[in-house]
């Protein structure tokens, strides 16, 4: 790979390698054996490990080889896919934990790029340290321009998200020579440059959407400071921003930084197993994470908001929220996870006030909103249930607050979140023994059947075929 042109990797590259491979998972020995009995009253024993935290796991690996039977567990929620020293979650208690360091400490004493530093090297950057990686993610956060002529070409009223899914596969274009990703200095580099270059491919996203011009990043600007730079400022004016809102968006960003193995983050592990592109991984991580069941949900906390209307429907929709027997679901409340609070919810609570005082925004979504929260923490059915507001509740009043477009939320969920999967990637990569990943099926299909000639074959009753109308427009092949 040619070398990189930034002091950091040049000057920092051979200190940092020996710290990184202390973020290799180590695959412990087992320290106990599970006993399964067949149908057929046969016994097989089948190790066991334990984690650092966390609860024990049986290794099915030669489960096939050894008994003839797979495992079905659709979803995989109760299947460990991989080993890893990234971030623990207790959902009981309501723990979570980047490289062992609690959320609340970090959102409390660090940045999102000290964050960033610790996933990629595994330990908290010394003061020197912080300054160096901070002035290389900002060097790095220009994009190619002939990738921004390809913005161009989506239409204006395209989804910003389905505009981040085609601008970061086609990063791969531009970066696809030149770098072993089995190298871990050029996977360092790799992260760095994903990091660094998603916040101005989502600023050019927002402004595209809205026919505003281009921003280029500036150095005198931290990183966040940047993001806010590229999304917001005009040619026109100078750009002032608070430090309370900096420090909002900072804390944001550090809470979606990483979340164990979820839908996205898998996406990402599954593509990276087959050697894929690593920028073509993520796009696939974004697709996953687009959404409403995933990263959709703060964009499905404001259209609930606007569903509800007003203060007055309040009690209304609580009451459909209880019943079984009506669809409504109220969104932003309880986490599948989190069987008791969401620890981030506890960090952004304050802060989605702090950021409230600062911009005195007001307006029906957000009052509506706070009402809706204190009434929810004052009824027993909520509180009896541990459905308390999680992170995404409060990352939508602030979103809210900053006139981010609710089209832009999932978006800022996937620049939040890249360093998460650059990183789990990194970390799947860095595993002695490669395997692609291929999950296994329980086949309820037919079984073998006779071939019939099509001219032997009889009609359906009903036919299958989907008819589209003459005069559709169906991928503008017919203007109408």
């Not at 950057?125 to 160096?132: R, T, V, Y």
């Not at 505009?163 to 791969?172: K, P, Q």
């Not at 609710?406 to 990569?429: K, N, P, Y």
Request: with cysteine; aromatic share 12%; glycine share 6%.
């Amino acid at each position: 790979m040619s070398q990189s042109p930034h002091k950091w990797h040049q000057e920092t590259i051979d200190s940092q390698k020996s710290k990184m491979e202390k973020t290799v998972p180590i695959c412990p020995l087992p320290q106990d054996v599970a006993t399964l009995t067949l149908p057929n009253g046969k016994t097989v024993q089948l190790p066991v490990y334990k984690g650092t935290k966390g609860p024990p796991m049986i290794d099915i690996t030669q489960l096939y080889s050894k008994t003839g039977y797979f495992t079905l567990d659709p979803g995989f929620s109760s299947t460990g896919a991989c080993m890893s020293t990234m971030t623990y979650i207790d959902g009981d208690k309501g723990e979570l934990l980047y490289r062992g360091y609690p959320i609340e400490t970090l959102a409390k004493y660090s940045s999102y790029i000290e964050v960033c530093y610790l996933f990629i090297y595994g330990h908290l950057p010394s003061q020197k340290e912080l300054q160096l990686f901070e002035e290389t993610m900002v060097s790095e956060m220009m994009i190619n321009e002939k990738l921004i002529e390809f913005y161009k070409g989506f239409a204006s009223d395209s989804h910003p998200m389905a505009i981040m899914v085609g601008v970061v596969g086609a990063l791969s274009a531009f970066m696809h020579k030149d770098f072993d990703v089995n190298d871990p200095r050029d996977r360092e580099y790799i992260a760095i440059k994903l990091v660094a270059k998603m916040p101005t491919l989502a600023a050019y996203a927002y402004r595209t959407a809205l026919g505003l011009p281009i921003i280029y990043p500036n150095k005198k600007y931290s990183f966040i400071e940047n993001f806010l730079y590229m999304m917001f400022s005009t040619p026109m004016n100078e750009f002032n921003v608070d430090k309370v809102i900096v420090k909002a968006l900072d804390t944001i960003f550090m809470l979606h930084a990483d979340h164990e193995q979820n839908a996205s983050t898998s996406t990402v592990r599954i593509a990276g197993s087959s050697l894929a592109n690593p920028f073509a991984c993520i796009a696939a991580g974004i697709t996953a994470l687009w959404g409403p069941y995933h990263g959709g949900a703060n964009e499905a906390v404001l259209n609930m908001l606007k569903e509800i209307g007003n203060k007055e429907n309040i009690p209304k929709y609580l009451q459909k929220a209880k019943s079984k027997d009506n669809s409504f679901r109220l969104m932003g409340f309880g986490h599948r996870v989190y069987k008791n609070y969401d620890p981030r919810a506890k960090v952004m609570q304050e802060m989605c006030y702090n950021v409230l005082e600062k911009t005195k925004r007001a307006n029906d979504i957000l009052e509506l909103a706070i009402q809706l929260e204190q009434t929810a923490l004052k009824d027993d059915y909520f509180i009896q249930r541990k459905l308390y507001p999680n992170v995404d509740f409060y990352t939508g009043i602030v979103y809210e607050a900053l006139s981010i477009p609710t089209s832009m939320f999932t978006v800022m969920f996937a620049v939040q979140r890249s360093i998460g999967w650059i990183c789990q990637w990194m970390e799947m990569m860095s595993e002695k023994v490669q395997r692609i990943s291929r999950p296994r099926q329980l086949y309820v299909g037919e079984d073998q059947r006779e071939y019939i000639p099509i001219k032997d074959r009889k009609e359906e009753e009903k036919s299958r075929v989907c008819k589209l109308p003459m005069h559709s427009s169906l991928f503008g092949l017919v203007k109408v």
